[in-house]
Each structure stands twice: as structure tokens, then as C-alpha cells.
């Protein structure tokens, strides 16, 4: 019982933290740099719609493409979003291939992941501590799900350029990337907005010089990094042709 508070309690403090201050950060930045209203998102590790809301927030009228894998969050935002036609949300994971991988769901389901943990990290030990568990259980439960590609969803899905794809897959974001960069895109996108874990938490982890090598190899360029406010991780912002370096 104990676990289950703590857990709720940090839940609800990254909840207020994102709402007060990583929220206000990323919207500052998304209305200084856009020209105009943005009108198709892509949100790939949706959760419970914390960045749909952020993104309605820029444009109540924009169309949003959610994805989230997890059936009990998967469900939720199907019903909190009923009543607004401009979002879809699909029950799928994002990745580097088209068929089925093993998704590992968290005891926290905001970090629940296709990327196995490293249990030697000691990243993953302060973390454990900080929720309260033991290491072996913060992963409550594995099982096969349904992932595809962005390439293939976007030239199968998109009619209209993207104006911004989010990717918060809790350390899947490379795969993504590469799963993206698979073939020619029938669909241009502005921004790219990644998750980025600064720790040694999964055992394929990436780091961002390897995640900018490729997006750099594919047209983008580093725009911002918005950090969370706690914890070794931010959001980095990159935008299509832009020849900007981390760090500048």
C-alpha cells in the first residue's frame, strides 16, 4: 500500500511540474518560433494527453494523431477525448519495424517502455528508491504488442504536412527516428520534439549526439532544449533545415 501512495504522490508532483512549469517553457518557445496556427500533430507516447492538451492549447482546432500502447492509458484518452472528432488515438507502438515487440509496463506508467532495463544502472536505483520499490519491480508486466512505423503511418495516414511530431517513448526515441527515416515521407514535418534521457537507464540507450547524427543526416537541425524542472532528462526541439548545433 505504501508503494502505491508513493508512487501516486510522484505521479502528481511530475503532473503539477509539467502544468506550471515544463508546459509553460515548451509553449513560450513553440509561440515565439511559429509563424502561424499549427494544424496537425503527431503525438507518439501520448500517456494520459498531457502534450495534447498543451497542443490544443496553441490551437483548439488542431488535428491531433495520438499513439499510445499501453491499453489501460490507451483507453482513457479514447474516452477523455470522445467528444473532439480532431483527435484520433490508436492502441500501437511507434518503433523501427512493422510486427510485434515486448512492451514492459511500469509500475509508474508514464515510464512504461519497449526498451529493457539496464539493472545494474544506478540511475534505476535511485529512481526505485524514489518510487519506492525494488528495482526488479518496477516492471509490473511484459507482453507482446502491435508497433509500426512513422513512415509507413504517415504515407498511408497523412494528406497534410506535419507541424509537429512529439516522441516520448521513455528511451525508444532512436528506433523511432530510424523507423521514420525508413523510406521517403509523403508529408513534411517542422518540428521534431524528443524526450531526452541524460542516464544509463536502458541497455540499447542512445545518447543525443547519436539521436542528432541522424536527424541531422535527414534534414534537421538543433532549435531548443526545454528542460523538466527535476531529473536527468529534457525536451530537445529540432527543426526541419535548420543547421544549429545542441548547445548554441
Known amino acids: 500500500m505504501l508503494g502505491k501512495l508513493q508512487v501516486w504522490i510522484v505521479g502528481e508532483f511530475i503532473k503539477l511540474n509539467e502544468k506550471f512549469i515544463f508546459n509553460k517553457r515548451l509553449l513560450k518557445f513553440y509561440k515565439r518560433v511559429l509563424d502561424k496556427k499549427i494544424n496537425l500533430v503527431i503525438d507518439v507516447g501520448a500517456n494520459?494527453?498531457?502534450?495534447?492538451?498543451?497542443?490544443?492549447?496553441?490551437n483548439p482546432?488542431?488535428?491531433?494523431?495520438?499513439?499510445?500502447?499501453?491499453?489501460?492509458?490507451?483507453?482513457?484518452l479514447k474516452l477523455k477525448y470522445s467528444d473532439n472528432p480532431n483527435i484520433q488515438s490508436f492502441q500501437i507502438g511507434i518503433s523501427d519495424t512493422v510486427g510485434k515487440k515486448t512492451f514492459h509496463e511500469n509500475v509508474f506508467?508514464?515510464?512504461?517502455?519497449?526498451?529493457?532495463?539496464?539493472?545494474?544502472?544506478?540511475?534505476?536505483k535511485k529512481k526505485s528508491l524514489f518510487l519506492g520499490v525494488k528495482p526488479d519491480k518496477l516492471v509490473v508486466e511484459s507482453y507482446p504488442i502491435e508497433v509500426t512505423t512513422l513512415s509507413d503511418f504517415i504515407n498511408d495516414h497523412c494528406t497534410e504536412p506535419i507541424d509537429i511530431l512529439k516522441i516520448d517513448t521513455e528511451g525508444h526515441e532512436y528506433a523511432c527516428l530510424v523507423g521514420l527515416f525508413k523510406s521517403q515521407l509523403s508529408q513534411d514535418i517542422e518540428f521534431i520534439q524528443l524526450e531526452i534521457?541524460?542516464?544509463?537507464?536502458?541497455?540499447?540507450?542512445?545518447?543525443l549526439k547519436e539521436i542528432t547524427e541522424l536527424l541531422n543526416k535527414n534534414g534537421f537541425g538543433f532549435e531548443t532544449k526545454v528542460n523538466h524542472g527535476f531529473g536527468s532528462f529534457e525536451d530537445v526541439v529540432f527543426r526541419r533545415n535548420n543547421k544549429q548545433e545542441p548547445g548554441h
Open 109 to 124: 506508467d508514464a515510464t512504461s517502455t519497449l526498451e529493457q532495463l539496464k539493472m545494474t544502472s544506478n540511475y534505476l
Open 48 to 58: 494520459s494527453g498531457q502534450s495534447i492538451d498543451l497542443f490544443l492549447e496553441l
Open 197 to 207: 534521457h541524460y542516464d544509463d537507464m536502458y541497455l540499447n540507450g542512445k545518447s
Open 61 to 76: 482546432n488542431c488535428k491531433i494523431i495520438a499513439f499510445e500502447p499501453n491499453p489501460k492509458l490507451a483507453h482513457n
